[in-house]
């Protein structure tokens, strides 16, 4: 970074005290002289901050409303406590947390915080000799540790929780002033003087877009859990690499989103530059290996410096996939010996080098609002797709324009929404020219991979196929003669013995194999396959060139059969704790194994998921045995294996066959049943609705919701005729703005890198796959999955237990955190599959789930059961009806049906009856039909003692699937025509509930 743009950034920071919502007309002096003050801690003059007001200026104006007047309108933030939450409109008054603190203390204390943490970071830059080095270690510090720092100094715990949300203006408290400080940050890199003779300034920035691809492709073309997990690790890695190339020349706060803050990537970066001072920022292994990026970012960057900024992304990116693949490469050359060929070589660089395709777009911002305006309708006309959409952009932003009373550099920012959406829709129109791939005459030629069925499988020998030879002139050297070329089964017995003998063969005598084995028996796969299943040794390195260290278990992944066993090795383990060295018999003799083991050809560890490990921990034995996978204790039990360990454990051992008996005795002693082991997982994926629409500010709350409430009373009540024309648009959205982008970001990093974790791995049995802004993937045992669902959708908006309407302010022990809010939803898709099943197939399912969740109105569930036998039950669960917040139907009718099966409260064929009758009902005879499920109910009851209390709680449980059915009408009469109304109106509806049953009841089976 030079160190021009350094220093303007570090007076962007200081310009304004991070507590000046709390100083703001409460003082004899002005937050200039008190920021002046603080700025001289650290050896930083604010005399000549030109540049800075004017970036302060733009962010501010593209932040604010079009207030009246300044003296007027304005709200002391001590006599008024009150912040808006930006997404839901909620605003909360914290005067009952605040009164028993006089604003001076309040006041007094924030500066002795603030005071402490800037001399801290004086103390830093004492060591330090270089200018320019005391400039980038100071920028790093206000820009990661500054809020933080002063933050843990605060001893009032209602400040303190509090403190990250003090509003940048107190008028309009839905952004913080922290997120304020860094959109300054940014601008401030771009501000320029230039123009006429009277020096007229302006912004010269630019929108920078940027995307990697293909993204779906990648991620799931997967047979194994590590391909999947490695996909979208690689994926998230590759972005932060294009991002690197730009916050290293202009800063992180140029990155609008995803947020940087926070962001693991980030804090190891940042670790390793600076170890002790940015030590306890140091992610652990968890946080670091769960993908949390997205494939794009949005950053705001000086016009004249765009261009050669995107290049170097794309070139960062192309160059550390090249490490990547090129690594890759070796461990096949070097860990097992292949001898390279002409066509070897070949065949990685024709895979590899230009898999993926990169897009970037720049878009300068113009000089002043009417000519951003005018640039905006030359490619958005009124007619447009954009356009027609409520609410149209242009319209609402001229009207804001309008109000202005004079013109002003500042003014500029007004066209912010413009600038976006305009940068959306032609980077939209950019992606859908795709790159030209010169293709080979008749495709990838010889056998194709078995992952992704696309890309010629790794050999080195040259394709001996007619017809081939000559699109690669030089590098294939044999003549067209029919004798040398193998065909059909020849041809594929040619490269079995490549891959047996020469890969499979050699890998089995690396030590690295001890944990699990990189390729099944059966697999051939093309460079870029391979390179995503050896990819961690190429990453291991790299962590461990910046201080990290992540040893080579932790890229294992856990199996889909470890998954669907779960609950079968924690019964285990509970019943084990109760009875010490009831282990031991087994783990010896199972070490046995391995010791005994030619080749050392026995894979049984798995990486076990991260609430087995905590509930082990220091606990060695059952540590031992929750690293056992779940797939091999399905072979000791004489059931299918699966696709993790190997398949053809010699039975005719004398130590296998004493493992078997031993853990049979086991199951014996723990009197826990090896029927419980579970051959089935679920696998979900989740993602916000219409998040495009938030970004672009689309779904924003009025500006009457946000504004201060004694402001919007004051605006209401006013005589004056211009301020009469402002309250009408009171009534319109919150136009979007940096930081209104900037905090959803936040809220997105925070989701994604705590929330879901701790959802997802913490409170249930899960583990993550991705977790990026709005993106959830993770597999989870049939036991978990309905809660997990439940619990997932409840967080993203910040509801705790239950639904509430104050959602998105979330009290945690630290202080208050920020969610999406109550009128932010996300649809999932749920997918219960035996372990064995296709991965891809699985995947695809989940995604289809959770469009089908998307196109039944949103805010849903989609469920489905993929059986054995190849059928597939699905359902859609709305999570809670369109026009109420109650009841919430996962938690209110699935789950307490799961209970009842699952605690044998009710006999499960109470489904069964019920399905064998769905003929006989139409869903004009709900009441008949809700009579007989209790009939059937009632029954079927185990406990007969409780059954007087049972049947009163069906019955509320009916009445809340009554309402459940109505619902599912209403959404079907908006989706579907009246022909296809018509089709399906004798007992849809039923049939769905009936299909739900059927999968609950499946659920709680495989429980």
Request: aromatic share 10%; with cysteine; charged share 25%.
């Given at each position: ?309 995107a290049r170097n992304a794309e070139k960062a990116v192309k160059k550390e996939w090249g490490n990547i693949w090129n ?675 499946f659920m709680a089976r495989e429980s």
């Open positions: 970074m030079k160190d021009a743009i350094i220093q303007q950034k570090i007076k962007a920071y200081l310009h304004d005290p991070i507590h000046k919502a709390l100083i703001l007309m409460q003082m004899d002096k002005t937050h200039e002289e008190v920021a002046q003050e603080l700025a001289s801690i650290v050896g930083i003059s604010l005399s000549e901050v030109h540049d800075v007001d004017l970036a302060d200026q733009l962010a501010s104006a593209a932040d604010r409303f079009i207030f009246p007047g300044d003296r007027e309108f304005m709200a002391k933030f001590l006599e008024q406590p009150i912040l808006t939450h930006p997404f839901s409109g909620v605003q909360k008054d914290f005067t009952e947390q605040l009164k028993t603190y006089s604003a001076n203390e309040l006041i007094s204390e924030t500066e002795k915080a603030i005071r402490r943490t800037l001399e801290t970071y004086q103390n830093y830059l004492n060591e330090l000799s270089s200018n320019k080095e005391k400039n980038a270690l100071l920028y790093w510090l206000l820009w990661r540790r500054y809020n933080e720092d002063v933050q843990k100094q605060l001893t009032t715990p209602s400040l303190k929780a509090i403190w990250p949300f003090l509003p940048a203006d107190t008028r309009i408290p839905d952004h913080s002033l922290w997120n304020h400080l860094k959109v300054t940050a940014a601008l401030s890199a771009c501000v320029a003087e230039r123009g006429n003779v009277n020096k007229q300034d302006w912004i010269d920035a630019a929108f920078l877009l940027f995307s990697i691809g293909p993204v779906q492709s990648f991620i799931s073309t997967a047979r194994k859990t590590i391909d999947h997990w490695m996909g979208s690790f690689l994926l998230s890695y590759l972005t932060f690499t294009a991002m690197q190339a730009v916050f290293e020349e202009i800063g992180a706060d140029a990155i609008i989103f995803p947020e940087l803050y926070g962001q693991p990537f980030m804090d190891a970066y940042l670790f390793n530059r600076y170890p002790e001072i940015f030590e306890e920022y140091q992610p652990n292994r968890e946080q670091l290996l769960t993908p949390s990026l997205p494939n794009r970012f949005l950053a705001i960057v000086p016009t004249g410096l765009a261009e050669e900024l690594a890759g490469k070796h461990y096949f050359e070097e860990r097992i010996g292949i001898q390279q060929t002409k066509y070897w070589n070949h065949l990685w660089e024709r895979q590899c080098t230009d898999y993926f395709e990169i897009y970037w777009l720049v878009l300068p911002w113009k000089k002043s609002f009417q000519e951003q305006s005018e640039f905006y309708r030359r490619f958005i006309s009124s007619e447009s797709p954009v356009e027609l959409k409520e609410p149209k952009i242009w319209e609402k932003v001229q009207k804001f324009y309008n109000l202005k009373l004079y013109e002003h550099p500042s003014n500029l920012a007004l066209a912010y929404p413009l600038i976006y959406e305009l940068a959306e829709h032609l980077f939209g129109a950019r992606k859908n020219l795709r790159y030209y791939q010169p293709s080979l005459n008749r495709g990838e030629p010889s056998f194709k991979c078995h992952l992704c069925g696309e890309r010629e499988v790794l050999h080195v020998e040259e394709p001996k196929i007619p017809g081939y030879f000559q699109q690669f002139d030089g590098i294939i050297t044999h003549q067209k003669d029919g004798e040398k070329f193998y065909r059909g089964k020849d041809g594929w017995q040619h490269i079995q013995t490549f891959w047996k003998e020469l890969i499979l063969g050699k890998i089995d005598e690396k030590p690295q194999a001890k944990i699990r084995k990189f390729f099944k028996e059966n697999e051939r796969l093309c460079a870029v396959c391979a390179s995503k299943r050896v990819a961690e040794f190429y990453l291991q390195k790299q962590f461990q060139s910046m201080n990290i260290s992540v040893p080579e278990v932790a890229f294992n992944y856990p199996s889909t059969a470890e998954i669907a066993g779960l609950p079968f090795k924690e019964q285990i383990l509970h019943q084990a704790e109760d009875a010490p060295g009831v282990l031991d018999d087994f783990l010896e003799k199972l070490k046995g194994l391995q010791e005994n083991a030619a080749e050392e050809k026995f894979y049984f560890q798995t990486f076990a998921v991260p609430a087995l490990m905590k509930r082990t921990a220091n606990k060695p034995s059952l540590q031992d045995f929750a690293k056992i996978d779940s797939s091999f204790l399905l072979n000791l039990l004489n059931q299918e294996t699966g696709d993790e360990v190997q398949d053809d454990l010699d039975k005719g051992t004398n130590v296998l066959t004493e493992i078997r008996e031993s853990f049979r005795k086991l199951t014996e002693v723990l009197q826990v049943s090896p029927s419980r082991l579970s051959r089935y997982y679920c696998y979900l994926a989740m993602d916000g609705d219409k998040m495009g629409e938030w970004v672009a500010g689309k779904r924003l709350p009025q500006f009457q919701e946000v504004i201060h409430p004694k402001i919007v009373e004051q605006i209401k009540n006013a005589t004056e005729e211009r301020t009469k024309k402002i309250a009408h648009i009171l009534t319109e959205r919150r136009r979007i703005t940096p930081s209104i982008h900037s905090m959803i970001s936040s809220v997105q990093n925070q989701f994604a890198v705590t929330v879901a974790r701790q959802v997802v791995e913490e409170q249930h049995r899960g583990k993550l796959v991705y977790a990026g802004g709005d993106d959830v993937l993770a597999m989870v045992p049939v036991a978990d999955a309905l809660s997990l669902a439940h619990h997932l959708r409840l967080a993203f908006s910040g509801y705790t237990e239950q639904i509430e309407k104050a959602a998105g302010w979330v009290a945690e022990k630290d202080g208050w955190q920020m969610r999406f809010g109550h009128t932010a939803t996300a649809s999932l898709g749920l997918v219960i599959a035996h372990h064995t099943t296709p991965m891809r197939q699985v995947i695809a399912q989940a995604q289809k789930m959770e469009k089908k969740a998307k196109a039944f109105g949103r805010n849903a569930l989609g469920i489905a059961l993929l059986k054995r036998s190849g059928e597939i039950v699905q359902t859609i669960v709305p999570f809670h009806p369109e026009k109420e917040t109650t009841p919430d139907f996962v938690n209110d009718v699935l789950i307490p049906m799961y209970n009842w099966i699952v605690n044998d409260v009710v006999s499960r064929d109470w489904v069964y009856v019920l399905k064998a009758e769905q003929l006989g009902f139409s869903d004009d005879q709900w009441e008949m039909f809700a009579i007989e499920i209790r009939r059937v109910f009632e029954r079927k009851i185990k406990k007969k003692d409780k059954k007087k209390d049972l049947l009163k709680e069906l019955d509320v449980w009916l009445n809340v699937l009554q309402q459940l059915s109505n619902e599912l009408r209403d959404r079907l009469a908006k989706l579907e025509t009246k022909e296809q109304s018509a089709q399906n109106s004798h007992n849809r509806i039923i049939r769905e509930i009936l299909n739900m049953f059927a999968i609950v009841e």
